[in-house]
């Protein structure tokens, strides 16, 4: 359940982004837990708007990999990181236990299940076919599920994460 603020509100962000949109929030009654089995503090772990975690990763170079088999690239904005990590190799991700970003430690608790979404045109809002979910079928699939990045809790939920903090991984 969510709640629009007012329409005022939501003119100013609409003006400011130069894009029509809506402010909402989700009210502290509206708790969605995370899946106890990878929670961090069972039962205490929550995600709002976000599908099933709070956060999502993605290195750079496991997108420049990607990109390389498809014909035609895809941008970063197709898988909707929170986080997107340079500097890495190709899927350094997938190995991951925990990571420090910043003051937040950040428990990578499972990869990332593909749903249909990374084949629409974020900006058009168009499906452009099948791709990139063909081709990251055929490496990338485990149990009939297409896996791309990487989940996250934060440990302590809280912290303040800034663009260009480094990452440091701890397990």
């Not at 629009?4 to 509206?30: G, K, Q």
Request: charged residues 25%; aromatic residues 10%; negative net charge.
């Amino acid at each position: 359940m969510a709640f629009e603020y007012p329409a005022e509100c939501s003119e100013w962000f609409s003006e400011v982004l130069n894009i029509a949109c809506r402010l909402v929030m989700m009210p502290d009654e509206s708790r969605r837990a995370v899946n106890p089995f990878y929670a961090v503090r069972k039962f205490k772990d929550t995600v709002s708007f976000a599908d099933g975690f709070p956060f999502m990763l993605l290195g750079q170079s496991s997108l420049d990999d990607l990109n390389t088999r498809l014909p035609d690239p895809v941008p970063m904005n197709r898988f909707r990181p929170n986080f997107v990590v340079s500097g890495s190799g190709a899927f350094a991700e997938d190995d991951w236990k925990k990571i420090r970003i910043g003051t937040t430690v950040f428990h990578v608790v499972k990869p990332s299940e593909r749903c249909v979404m990374p084949t629409i045109d974020q900006a058009a809002g168009v499906k452009t076919g099948v791709e990139p979910l063909k081709t990251l079928s055929g490496f990338r699939t485990t149990g009939n599920k297409v896996l791309f990045g990487q989940n996250l809790i934060a440990e302590n939920p809280g912290g303040v994460v800034k663009v260009d903090d480094a990452v440091e991984v701890l397990e």
